[in-house]
Structures are given as structure tokens and as C-alpha cells.
């Protein structure tokens, strides 16, 4: 593919290549993502119920997320929100997140959940982001202390339906030197347009911050065209419907809509979540899924996990597919993750730094042991 200079290894790729490509992640829930035994050690210590016993619980948060709804599919954090309640579960959570996703390749992620959800037991919204940063602050220096590389921030997240994102925008912006690098809005998308937000969005404009919004995953092109044109949001937290504004004639033929062509043009990033999107009826397989066109037609694709256990995934799977159903090699899987480093919410000296020291050299050290 044009562009796409590093000496190419074709697909499909090995899962242990994939495990070993340098990844960048910028759209993975904390509370998406625990470790099925942690849910039932935490369960255990704040006498939460859990609808099935230890060895079955991954497979109960997979079969249960399979759901062909994201309303369905986000009924399963009940559980991960549930036991995330005291500082010391929040730590835990994250130090462990970094450990995963380290194990899993990645070198740098963003990763996001709703304080609002996690004050229940009567932390306050500046202790449960200080509990998740210590738990970053160890992971990392577990992963530095093997020689590793691994750059974390969280992005703090509002809930749509709920009426706290002004807060939450704060927070973030109070939070911005220490570890907070983001904002972003989620759950269910029907009914709950971005605009409902305004005036966190443009708070966050006056503060020179960034943000994400959730839009065109349960619903369509007007919850895109409103998270980018009244919202101004920087990024796409799965974008996947702006394939409704592309029209693919029987001679092959491509024609973009004003929309499509505006988030093409301005490289606005689309955080895509392949499995995510089969288990919510976002896409019907991964094989049919829109990322292939996009990808071809040159979008900012990246790609990305959403919630490791409900979607039983990790950085290593989803690219894994992809190279099985698209045939993509090591150059278009560096394409995606210069792509995603390209649009993080780092500074630019720090991104830069990372996609010359860490990724460029990582995928150039694959490509030359199967070359
Ligand atoms: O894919 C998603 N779409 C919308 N909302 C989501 C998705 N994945 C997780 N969430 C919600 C459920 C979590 O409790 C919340 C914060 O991480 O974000
Ligand atoms: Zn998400």
C-alpha cells in the first residue's frame, strides 16, 4: 500500500509476530478490562454477587457481552463498576492493566473510565483518580525495572446519560500535568446525543484540552456529524458508521459524502474496535467489517481493543484477525500504530519520540528476522 514504506512482510501474520510488533492503544475502558480473577477476588473482599462462579466469569462477561446491543453489552459493567469502589481495588486494577497490556506488546495507551461511577462507597472524584494513578505509577515501574518501555494516561471519562460532565471536564483538567492526558463521553448512544455536553466541550476548548467522544457505534452519521461539527471533538471513539456516507458503486467505483470527506481530509482519527463491534451489532463479522474499506481509502484508522473482557480480547487478537481477513503484514500493522501514536493526546516531542526510538525500530527488527 502506498505510503506504507517498511520492507514488507506480507499476511497473514503469526500470533507471536503480532505479541512482539510494538502497539499503540488509545481507546480501552479500565473497567472493560479486569482480569476474571481479579473480579472474583475483589467480588469476594466488597460482598458483590457475581452472576457465576471464578472459572466460568470470563466466559460468562464474553457470552453475555455477545449480545447484538450496546445497551445489552454495557449491563455487564454492573459488575466490573461494582467492585471498582475503594482505593485499593482501583490500584489493583490498574497496575494490573499495565501489566496486561505490556505482556500484550503495547508501549504506549491511553485508557479510560467514569470516575462518577466508582464514588459510591464515598471516595471523592479526586481519591479515585489518585487510586488509579498509583496503580499506572507501579505498573510502569514494574515494566521499567525488566528493561520495558511503557507510557500510560488515563482519559477521564463522562457518561452520557448522566448530567456530571462539566465535573468530569474539570477533573480532567485538573488532573492534566499528572497523569490525566484526555476526556471522553460513553455509554448507551441512542438518545443521548454529544450536544447534550456543549458546554463541557467547550470548556475543554478554552483549556486548550483534548477529547474523544463516543459516536457512530450504536448510532449513525448525526451523532458523528455533532461530535466534530458542534462539539469539536479530536478523535472518534469508533466512527464506524461514517461508512454510510460512502457509497461503493457495482463497478467499484468510490464516492464520498461532505461528512466522510471532511473526517478523511482533517485525519480525523477513528478509534476502531473490531470485536467490540461484532458483539454489538456495530459490524456482522470481522471479516465484513468496515475497517477494510477504511483502511483501503486511506482514513486515520487505528485500531483498538474497547473492553478486554467483555470482548475476551487484547491488542495481540484483534490484529491477529485483521491480518488474517485483510492479509495485512508488518506494514500495515506499523501503519496503524504510527497512525494511533500520530493521534494521541501526548505532546508532540514525546509521540515523535516514541515512533522513532521504540515502534519504527521495533517493527524494523521483525521485518529484518523474517526478511
Ligand atoms: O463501546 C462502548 N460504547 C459506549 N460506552 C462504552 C463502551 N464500552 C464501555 N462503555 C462504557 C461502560 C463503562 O462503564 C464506561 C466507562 O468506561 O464506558
Ligand atoms: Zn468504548
Request: net charge negative.
Amino acid at each position: 500500500m502506498a505510503g506504507m514504506s517498511l520492507q514488507s512482510t506480507p499476511g497473514p501474520l503469526s500470533e507471536d509476530v503480532v505479541r512482539r510488533a510494538p502497539k499503540v492503544l488509545l481507546h480501552d475502558h479500565l473497567d472493560g478490562g479486569l482480569r476474571p480473577g481479579t473480579v472474583a477476588d475483589l467480588a469476594a473482599e466488597c460482598g458483590h454477587e457475581l452472576p457465576a462462579p471464578r472459572e466460568e466469569l470470563g466466559r460468562w462477561f464474553a457470552e453475555s457481552a455477545d449480545s447484538g446491543s450496546l445497551e445489552r453489552y454495557l449491563e455487564t459493567f454492573t459488575h466490573t463498576v461494582a467492585v471498582m469502589q475503594s482505593a485499593s481495588a482501583l490500584t489493583r486494577v490498574a497496575r494490573e492493566c499495565v501489566e496486561d497490556l505490556a505482556a500484550d506488546g503495547v508501549v504506549y495507551a491511553e485508557v479510560r473510565w467514569a470516575p462518577e461511577q466508582h464514588v459510591e462507597a464515598g471516595l471523592s472524584l479526586d481519591e479515585v483518580v489518585a487510586a488509579v494513578q498509583q496503580g499506572f505509577d507501579e505498573g510502569v515501574a514494574a515494566v521499567e525495572a525488566t528493561g520495558g518501555v511503557f507510557v500510560v494516561r488515563q482519559l477521564l471519562t463522562a457518561m452520557r446519560h448522566a448530567a456530571r460532565s462539566q465535573e468530569i471536564a474539570e477533573l480532567a483538567v485538573a488532573w492534566r500535568d499528572r497523569g490525566v492526558t484526555g476526556f471522553d463521553i460513553a455509554g448507551a448512544e441512542a438518545g443521548y446525543p454529544p450536544t447534550r455536553h456543549l458546554d463541557a466541550f467547550e470548556y475543554l476548548h478554552r483549556e486548550n484540552a483534548h477529547f474523544t467522544i463516543h459516536a457512530g457505534e450504536a448510532f449513525g452519521l448525526p451523532s458523528i456529524w455533532e461530535a466534530i461539527q458542534w462539539c469539536g471533538a479530536d478523535r472518534l471513539g469508533h466512527g464506524v458508521r461514517i461508512v454510510d456516507d460512502i457509497e461503493v458503486a457495482d463497478d467499484g467505483t468510490v464516492r464520498l459524502g461532505r461528512l466522510a470527506q471532511y473526517v478523511r481530509d482533517k485525519r480525523i482519527p477513528l478509534e476502531m474496535c473490531p470485536y467490540s463491534n461484532v458483539q454489538t451489532g456495530a459490524a456482522t463479522s470481522i471479516a465484513e467489517h468496515p475497517i477494510g474499506m477504511l483502511t483501503d481509502l486511506r482514513f486515520r484508522v487505528t485500531v483498538n481493543t474497547d473492553n478486554r473482557l467483555m470482548s475476551g480480547t487484547s491488542m495481540t487478537r484483534e490484529m491477529t484477525a485483521l491480518s488474517e481477513a485483510f492479509g495485512y503484514g508488518l506494514a500495515e500493522l506499523q501503519w496503524f500504530t504510527v497512525n494511533a501514536m500520530k493521534s494521541a493526546f501526548l505532546h508532540f516531542d514525546e509521540r515523535l519520540a516514541l515512533i522513532d526510538d521504540v515502534i519504527k525500530p521495533g517493527y524494523a527488527a521483525l521485518a529484518a528476522e523474517s526478511g
